[in-house]
């Protein structure tokens, strides 16, 4: 009994796509879990697998450091950006700037992203070196966070604007209630920035004092200060905006504190 071969074109064209990517097969399975979970299938999904790549993989595989997820990341966190705004604008006609601006840090705050990101599980899909992959690299939040901003970058070029809006509308902004009831909405450094116009000062500025720590386990030290130099705090944390939060969190205290402000 002879088999007659069926056209699939769906089946057959997904094939071409990840054969053209250069994807070993059980790589290819694994990304195509991933589109499934996300209901998206990539046109180019080169995007993909590099939205999944940190840097630690790069030198097993002698890549580029710049084949990496981080400019993904870069644009991503643009992208984020301009989609949890515009949701928040619309939603909420009469709030003004300031609460507005301290809703969307708290929507976009590392901790909630690497919050959403283990719950997509983007972990099993990461492209690691197996050094850091050891060493708990997959369930790390510094990289969760980035991959999570990467795979809404990588959504944007592949797609545009609204692919990125609907993965960021269903897997982060539909918790957006119960996120905000579940964490504080103080933007520390929005609540200094504001200080410092009220009092007509120049904004506050933050440096970089110290970097300590391999790339995949960094901690930031960060100090800010007024224009005309005078220290307000530091902080320190896990990634620099984080540092930067804890430092302005110091420097409210200071200036609203009876002997400060």
Request: cysteine-free; aromatic content about 10%.
């Given at each position: 009994m002879s088999h007659r071969f069926?056209?699939?074109?769906?089946?057959?064209?997904?094939?071409?796509?990840?054969?053209?990517?250069?994807?070993?097969?059980?790589?290819?399975?694994?990304?195509r879990e991933l589109e499934r979970h996300l209901n998206y299938r990539f046109r180019?999904?080169?995007?993909?697998?590099?939205?999944?790549?940190?840097?630690?993989?790069?030198?097993g595989v002698g890549e580029d450091r710049h084949l990496s997820n981080e400019r993904l990341e870069f644009l991503g966190d643009a992208v984020l950006d301009m989609v949890v705004s515009d949701y928040f604008y619309r939603l909420r006609p009469f709030d003004e700037e300031g609460a507005l601006t301290n809703i969307k840090s708290v929507i976009v705050s590392g901790s909630v992203l690497t919050e959403q990101a283990r719950k997509l599980q983007l972990g099993r899909y990461l492209l690691l070196s197996h050094n850091e992959?050891?060493?708990?690299?997959?369930?790390?939040?510094?990289?969760?966070?980035?991959?999570?901003?990467?795979?809404?970058?990588a959504l944007y070029l592949d797609g545009g604007v609204e692919p990125s809006r609907r993965f960021i509308h269903r897997f982060l902004l539909r918790?957006?209630?119960?996120?905000?009831?579940?964490?504080?909405?103080?933007?520390?450094?929005?609540?200094?920035?504001?200080?410092?116009?009220?009092?007509?000062?120049?904004?506050?500025?933050?440096?970089v004092l110290e970097e300590i720590g391999p790339d995949h386990d960094k901690m930031y030290l960060v100090e800010v200060r007024f224009g005309n130099g005078e220290v307000l705090g530091s902080g320190s944390g896990r990634s620099k905006k984080q540092a930067e939060q804890r430092a302005?969190?110091?420097?409210?205290?200071?200036?609203?504190?009876p002997e400060g402000g």
């Amino acid at each position: 009994m002879s088999h007659r071969f069926e056209w699939n074109p769906p089946l057959i064209l997904g094939w071409f796509r990840w054969k053209k990517a250069k994807t070993a097969p059980h790589l290819r399975r694994k990304l195509r879990e991933l589109e499934r979970h996300l209901n998206y299938r990539f046109r180019r999904p080169e995007l993909l697998i590099t939205a999944l790549k940190h840097r630690s993989y790069l030198d097993g595989v002698g890549e580029d450091r710049h084949l990496s997820n981080e400019r993904l990341e870069f644009l991503g966190d643009a992208v984020l950006d301009m989609v949890v705004s515009d949701y928040f604008y619309r939603l909420r006609p009469f709030d003004e700037e300031g609460a507005l601006t301290n809703i969307k840090s708290v929507i976009v705050s590392g901790s909630v992203l690497t919050e959403q990101a283990r719950k997509l599980q983007l972990g099993r899909y990461l492209l690691l070196s197996h050094n850091e992959a050891n060493n708990g690299g997959r369930n790390r939040g510094s990289i969760l966070e980035d991959t999570f901003e990467a795979l809404v970058g990588a959504l944007y070029l592949d797609g545009g604007v609204e692919p990125s809006r609907r993965f960021i509308h269903r897997f982060l902004l539909r918790d957006a209630e119960h996120i905000l009831k579940a964490r504080s909405w103080k933007n520390y450094k929005s609540m200094l920035l504001e200080y410092a116009q009220s009092q007509g000062k120049e904004p506050p500025v933050y440096t970089v004092l110290e970097e300590i720590g391999p790339d995949h386990d960094k901690m930031y030290l960060v100090e800010v200060r007024f224009g005309n130099g005078e220290v307000l705090g530091s902080g320190s944390g896990r990634s620099k905006k984080q540092a930067e939060q804890r430092a302005a969190e110091e420097g409210v205290k200071k200036v609203t504190t009876p002997e400060g402000g």
